[in-house]
């Protein structure tokens, strides 16, 4: 079973607004990374962010992590038609292997 | 391109064939992992390497499936008496720390 649930599964917004979308997990992580995987590409790394971190930055991303609440949230500001992708969290444990979630399927229409 | 390559980038097989892929990982990455993914979801992790070293495997490689990366380099994923239920999107990945690089995967269909 996926360690990681994202939420909402598909998010639909206009071009500029943001988009926020959440992850859950069950168990102790050392760090959460956010991925990104358009229509027949591969998966592109995003953002990593450590278990002892609470917020990142990265260009237009935001991404938050509440160890106590096993909880993350990816912020996308200005959204661009080209944000079209789906977007799935990935946990590490200690054993290096990544347990994705189901991914969140984000649409920007111009 | 000085990515991670996956070749063949499409197989399509007959049920009870094997099937063989490779993957590329970027040259100085000694770790590389292998991943499926299927329509809707998310990657499930499959098997990973330091180096030549075969170091986990999930238990959802069955039997029939197995992996080797003789040199330190290349890896191989062969998939024996394939079944319909092997129809996936297998990706490879590598890594020279935390975060993973991951290839254009091959995706595989069992007919």
């Known amino acids: 079973s996926q360690q990681g649930e994202e939420d909402p599964q598909a998010l639909s917004i206009q071009e500029g607004e943001n988009a926020t979308m959440n992850c859950s997990y069950k168990?102790?992580?050392?760090?959460l990374q956010w991925y990104r995987q358009n229509s027949g590409r591969g998966l592109v790394h995003l953002i990593l962010?450590?278990?002892?971190?609470r917020e990142k930055h990265s260009g237009r991303l935001r991404v938050t992590l509440d160890t106590s609440k096993k909880s993350s949230s990816l912020l996308i500001t200005a959204s661009r038609a080209a944000d079209t992708a789906s977007y799935f969290c990935a946990t590490e444990d200690s054993g290096s292997r990544l347990t994705f979630g189901e991914g969140t399927q984000l649409t920007v229409n111009p | 391109d000085t990515g991670v390559s996956q070749d063949p980038r499409h197989k399509i097989t007959k049920r009870g064939q094997n099937v063989t892929f490779r993957c590329d990982p970027i040259s100085e990455h000694n770790r590389l992992y292998w991943y499926r993914q299927t329509l809707g979801q998310g990657p499930e992790f499959l098997t990973y390497f330091q180096n030549e070293a075969q170091l986990e495997k999930s238990r959802l490689l069955s039997d029939r499936f197995s992996a080797e990366r003789p040199k330190g380099s290349f890896s191989t994923l062969e998939i024996q008496r394939t079944e319909q239920g092997d129809s996936a999107m297998y990706l490879c990945?590598?890594?020279?720390?935390?975060?993973?690089?991951f290839g254009p995967g091959t995706r595989l269909t069992v007919t």
């Open positions: 990945a590598s890594s020279s720390g935390v975060e993973q690089y």
């Open positions: 168990t102790s992580i050392n760090n």
């Open positions: 962010i450590r278990s002892n971190e």
